[in-house]
C-alpha cells in the first residue's frame, strides 16, 4: 500500500538578515526549495557601502536605511532573535532567547564582528566628538558634519588589518573630505595622515596605481606598513607601528576602522577550522559547502572564502551556493565554483571612482570581460555605485533577482 502523505518541506534557516543572508533567502525562495526562516535581531537594515558615502558627506544618512520587515522577501519568516550557539550534529540552532530552530540545511551569513575593544583606548575615542568612522551607521552620521565643517588641523585616517569587511573601504571618505576640503580652499591648512596596514594602498598594481596617484594629488601622509595599536583621546593622541617600531601621532579628528572577526559562536559552535584564529566558518571557498558538516553553508564575511571580502563579491557567492544546494538536494554533487571574484569601488574623488574588480589570486576580473582599463578612475564609475547600485541592491538584490 503506497504511502500518499506529502512529505514535510525541507527546513532551510539562515543565520543573519544582511546582504548575504537576504539575497540567498530570496534566491532560494524563487527557486521554491523548502520552508525558510531568516534569523536576525536588527530591526533596521543597513545599506553598508553607503556608510562612506555618508561619512564623506556625499550622501543622506537616511538613503542608507530601510525597515528590516520591508526587505525580506514576502513568504520568507523572520525571527527576531540572536544565535547562542549551533549543534551541527542535531542540526539545530539555539537562540538567545532560550528557544531553538531545528534545520535541514543551514546557512551562515553572519557577517563579521567589529572588534573596537582590541585597540585600547578605542571605543573611548569613538565616543568622543573628535573620534569617526565609516563603518558603523552613526558614526559615519556623525562624520559628515566633522569632516564637513574641519578648517584647520590634523585628521588621522586609519585602515584595519585583513580580514575585514571591505577593508579597503576605510580610504573613501579620506579622498571625499580631501576633495571638498580642496574645493573650498581649506586643503593645505588640513594635515591628512593615513595609516595603512599594507606596503602599498591596495595590493593589486594597478589598483595600487590609481591610488598613489590620488594619494599625491590630495598630498595625504601614509604611513604603509603601520597599524593602529592605541588611542588616547583625552591627549589627542594615537599610537600606531610595526613589529618593535612605533610612532605617536596627534589629531584633531581620528577616522578609525577597528579589526575585524567573526562572531565567537561560529568557533564555539565547531564550524571553524581548529587553526583558524579568526573563527570563519570552514567551507570550500570555491563551493561554499563545510567541509564536516554536508548541511552546513557559508557565504559573506563569516565564511572562509580565500579572497578579499565584500559587498559586490555576495552576489556571486549566492548565485554559486544556491545551485549547489539544489544539486545536492537531488542527489547531485556541487558544481558551482566561484573564482574568489571581489570588488572595491574606491570614491577617490566626489564625483569619480576607481573600480577594483580582481580575483583571489589577484588578477583584474573586469564586469565588461574587454573593458580592461574598467579599474581606471572615471565618472562613469561613480555613477554607477553612487546611484545605480543602491537602486539595485534594495530592489533586485535583496529579493535574489540580480
Known sequence: MNDSRPTAPEQIVIIGGGNAGLSVAGRLHRARVGEITVIEPREQHVFAPLQSHIAGGAARASEAVRRQADVISSGVRWVRDEVFTVD????????????HLDYDQLVVCAGMRMAWEQVPGLPEAMSEPTGISNYDYDLAAKASPVLRDLRAGTVVFTQPPEPASCGAAAQKPMYLACDWWRSIGVRDDIRVVFVCPDPVPFGIPAIDRELQRKLDEYGIEVRYSRELRSVDAGAGTLVIGHGDAEETLSYDVLHAVP??????????S?????DDRHGFVDVDPETFQHVRHPEVWSVGDAAAVATRRSGGAIRQQAKALVKNMKAVRDGGTPSAKYNGYSVVPFTVSRGTVVFAEFDREGRLQP??????SLYRERR???????????????HLILRGLA
Open 367 to 372: 564586469t565588461v570581460p574587454f573593458w580592461r
Open 380 to 394: 562613469l564609475s561613480w555613477i554607477a555605485d553612487r546611484r545605480i547600485l543602491p537602486w539595485v541592491y534594495w
Open 259 to 268: 579589526p575585524q572577526r567573526a562572531p565567537e559562536w561560529i568557533a564555539g
Open 88 to 99: 551541527a550534529d542535531a542540526q539545530r540552532v539555539h537562540l538567545v532567547s532560550g528557544e
Open 270 to 274: 565547531g564550524l571553524a577550522a581548529s
